[in-house]
């Protein structure tokens, strides 16, 4: 309705009886807000751009990093291990010279170790060192280490990797814990600001009906029909109300730059998101199946991404406790080997040799390997506690998180019907004002009760979507999967009739009041 239906509703006016309440009551049928050009910012916008650049989960991501380097490091332990040793003797009672390398692999085979070498021994060696001296080829020799005992079923290269690889996926599962966390935030953060998006509306729209108002107010105080106190009572209506808009605006510019945090450009900037792409409601209000809550728990404590780091560290610590246990047995390790030397030299030096042995040795008291083990096992207590103790709070939190969302549920259908009744109200007491029963200070009181009912609907919808995104989280689940539904852009004011909630998504709607009077007999603007 533009201002050119409005000249047509005031001229049919004039020739009312009480042609100043016509007046008065004119601009309410005009207060329209044009379409916003921006789109709304939607929650999955929001979540993408956290994923995508927030820093606490850049530096989530450095310790998965970090994580998969000490895994790449742990298979070191199996690399193959060159070891070259020369000795030259030329002056002395025997000179000699000796040459010496050795390549050793570790396999995971049960700790079994492989070696192959090289040697060559020339001069003149002393008789209890014969074992020096080769041919002039030099001495070719392989072997094997197999422990029978402590270093057999778990050593510590094996350890190593096995906990690397653990805490690798552990430290994705943490990342993944933290973009759940940050997610939660985000969730509050946007809601909040489109709170206050809808919260700066309402408080423009009862600024704009008072000032309407006001302007209809001196047009008839200058031609003499109403007393010029009553444009003082109105003028400072219009003064609180703009008090009450600057409290809004800056209720939303804080929101916003909270919101920013997670809101980043592609440079990684914060944005702060101007009232133009507020959204223009809330998802239609969903309840929860009680029925479904103990299956959605047990679900929950399959994929809650903290539980599961939990459970990565508790089970390297269950590795450390298994080599711990391994290394109080005796180092017992058989060796066997065989060797052949090539070229000229003597002819006792001609033979294949074939020879095996075995290896013992132990610390008697075993105070090191005991002392570990506590350490480990300690640990590893520690650890189950810990997790035992998050297995039990993420039962709390669901169940805590579902009676948030059925309290918050019921909070919406009560404000929906407070404010079908402020409006109700609201019309009421304007019908009476057109008939003379009535005054502006109460109809100010009926507008103002009609925008708290506003207010208190959406604070009741944003807390809706904050108990949400609780229970989503909770159960290990994105916030964002409950998006925004679909609604168009509805405007918004005051001293209207509410459109109803069903079929509509849960849109707070303050609608527009489409209602022409019939001059001479004041009727109902309908």
Same mark, same amino acid.
């Given at each position: 309705?533009?201002?050119?239906?409005?000249?047509?509703i005031i001229t049919a006016l004039f020739g009312a009886r009480r042609l100043w309440l016509a007046l008065l009551l004119a601009p309410l049928l005009l207060l329209a807000r044009p379409a916003a050009a921006e789109s709304p910012l939607t929650l999955a916008e929001v979540l993408g751009s956290l994923e995508r650049t927030h820093p606490d989960?850049?530096?989530?991501?450095?310790?998965?990093?970090?994580?998969?380097?000490? +895994?790449?490091?742990?298979?070191?332990?199996?690399?193959?291990?060159?070891?070259?040793?020369?000795?030259?003797?030329?002056? &002395?009672?025997?000179?000699?010279?000796?040459?010496?390398?050795?390549?050793?692999?570790?396999?995971?085979?049960?700790?079994?170790?492989?070696?192959? &070498? %090289?040697?060559?021994?020339?001069?003149?060696?002393?008789? %209890?060192? &014969?074992?020096?001296?080769?041919?002039?080829? !030099?001495?070719?020799?392989?072997?094997?280490?197999?422990?029978?005992?402590?270093?057999?079923?778990?050593?510590?290269?094996?350890?190593?990797?096995?906990?690397?690889?653990?805490?690798?996926?552990?430290?994705?599962?943490?990342?993944?814990?933290?973009?759940?966390?940050?997610?939660?935030?985000?969730?509050?953060?946007?809601?909040?600001?489109?709170?206050?998006?809808?919260?700066?509306?309402?408080?423009?729209?009862?600024?704009?009906?008072?000032?309407?108002?006001?302007?209809?107010?001196?047009?008839?105080?200058?031609?003499?029909?109403?007393?010029?106190?009553?444009?003082?009572?109105?003028?400072?209506?219009?003064?609180?109300?703009?008090?009450?808009?600057?409290? +809004?605006?800056?209720?939303?510019?804080?929101?916003?730059?909270?919101?920013?945090?997670?809101?980043?450009?592609?440079?990684?900037?914060?944005?702060?998101?101007?009232?133009?792409?507020?959204?223009?409601?809330?998802?239609?209000?969903?309840?929860?199946?009680?029925?479904?809550?103990?299956?959605?728990?047990?679900?929950?404590?399959?994929?809650?991404?903290?539980?599961?780091?939990?459970?990565?560290?508790?089970?390297?610590?269950?590795?450390?406790?298994?080599?711990?246990?391994?290394?109080?047995?005796?180092?017992?390790?058989?060796?066997s080997y065989v060797a052949r030397d090539l070229g000229d030299g003597p002819d006792e030096l001609r033979p294949t040799e074939w020879g095996a042995g075995v290896y013992v040795a132990m610390p008697l008291p075993l105070r090191e390997a005991r002392g570990e083990l506590r350490v480990a096992q300690a640990e590893l207590a520690a650890v189950e506690a810990k997790r035992r103790g998050l297995r039990d709070k993420i039962g709390a939190e669901i169940r805590a998180a579902h009676v948030a969302v059925e309290a918050a549920a019921r909070r919406v259908a009560l404000a929906r019907e407070q404010i079908a009744a402020a409006e109700q109200l609201a019309e009421a007491e304007r019908t009476?004002?057109?008939?003379?029963?009535?005054?502006?200070?109460?109809?100010?009181?009926?507008?103002?009760?009609?925008?708290?009912?506003?207010?208190?609907?959406?604070?009741?919808?944003?807390?809706?979507?904050?108990?949400?995104?609780?229970?989503?989280?909770?159960? !290990?689940?994105?916030?964002?999967?409950?998006?925004?539904?679909?609604?168009?852009?509805?405007?918004?004011?005051?001293? +209207?009739?509410?459109?109803?909630?069903?079929?509509?998504?849960?849109?707070?709607?303050?609608?527009?009041?489409?209602?022409?009077?019939?001059?001479?007999?004041?009727?109902?603007?309908?």
């Amino acid at each position: 309705m533009g201002p050119r239906i409005t000249d047509t509703i005031i001229t049919a006016l004039f020739g009312a009886r009480r042609l100043w309440l016509a007046l008065l009551l004119a601009p309410l049928l005009l207060l329209a807000r044009p379409a916003a050009a921006e789109s709304p910012l939607t929650l999955a916008e929001v979540l993408g751009s956290l994923e995508r650049t927030h820093p606490d989960l850049e530096v989530a991501a450095r310790g998965v990093d970090k994580a998969a380097g000490a +895994a790449f490091a742990a298979r070191g332990g199996f690399d193959p291990t060159l070891a070259l040793r020369a000795k030259w003797a030329p002056v &002395g009672y025997y000179p000699n010279g000796q040459v010496d390398a050795i390549v050793t692999q570790a396999t995971p085979l049960w700790g079994t170790s492989l070696f192959a &070498g %090289y040697r060559l021994g020339w001069g003149s060696f002393p008789v %209890y060192k &014969g074992e020096l001296a080769t041919l002039s080829g !030099g001495e070719l020799r392989a072997g094997v280490e197999l422990p029978i005992w402590r270093g057999g079923p778990i050593d510590a290269r094996r350890a190593k990797i096995q906990a690397a690889r653990l805490r690798e996926g552990g430290a994705r599962r943490g990342r993944d814990a933290v973009q759940l966390e940050l997610e939660r935030e985000a969730s509050y953060a946007f809601w909040d600001w489109v709170a206050a998006g809808q919260q700066l509306q309402v408080a423009r729209a009862l600024l704009e009906i008072a000032e309407r108002r006001d302007a209809g107010l001196q047009e008839l105080a200058r031609a003499g029909a109403i007393e010029p106190i009553k444009l003082v009572d109105n003028r400072r209506l219009v003064l609180d109300r703009r008090a009450k808009v600057i409290g +809004a605006a800056r209720e939303f510019e804080q929101r916003a730059i909270k919101l920013s945090l997670y809101l980043r450009d592609d440079e990684r900037r914060p944005v702060r998101v101007g009232e133009g792409r507020v959204p223009p409601g809330f998802p239609a209000p969903r309840g929860l199946d009680q029925g479904e809550l103990e299956a959605e728990i047990e679900r929950a404590l399959q994929r809650r991404p903290d539980l599961e780091a939990l459970t990565a560290e508790r089970d390297a610590a269950a590795v450390s406790v298994r080599l711990a246990r391994n290394q109080r047995a005796p180092d017992i390790k058989l060796q066997s080997y065989v060797a052949r030397d090539l070229g000229d030299g003597p002819d006792e030096l001609r033979p294949t040799e074939w020879g095996a042995g075995v290896y013992v040795a132990m610390p008697l008291p075993l105070r090191e390997a005991r002392g570990e083990l506590r350490v480990a096992q300690a640990e590893l207590a520690a650890v189950e506690a810990k997790r035992r103790g998050l297995r039990d709070k993420i039962g709390a939190e669901i169940r805590a998180a579902h009676v948030a969302v059925e309290a918050a549920a019921r909070r919406v259908a009560l404000a929906r019907e407070q404010i079908a009744a402020a409006e109700q109200l609201a019309e009421a007491e304007r019908t009476r004002l057109a008939a003379g029963a009535s005054d502006l200070v109460i109809v100010n009181l009926r507008e103002q009760a009609a925008a708290d009912a506003a207010r208190e609907l959406i604070d009741a919808h944003a807390d809706l979507e904050r108990a949400r995104a609780d229970f989503l989280v909770a159960t !290990g689940r994105s916030p964002g999967v409950a998006g925004l539904a679909r609604a168009r852009r509805i405007n918004m004011f005051l001293c +209207a009739c509410h459109r109803r909630a069903a079929g509509r998504g849960g849109v707070l709607v303050i609608a527009r009041a489409r209602r022409v009077a019939a001059p001479a007999r004041g009727r109902r603007m309908a």
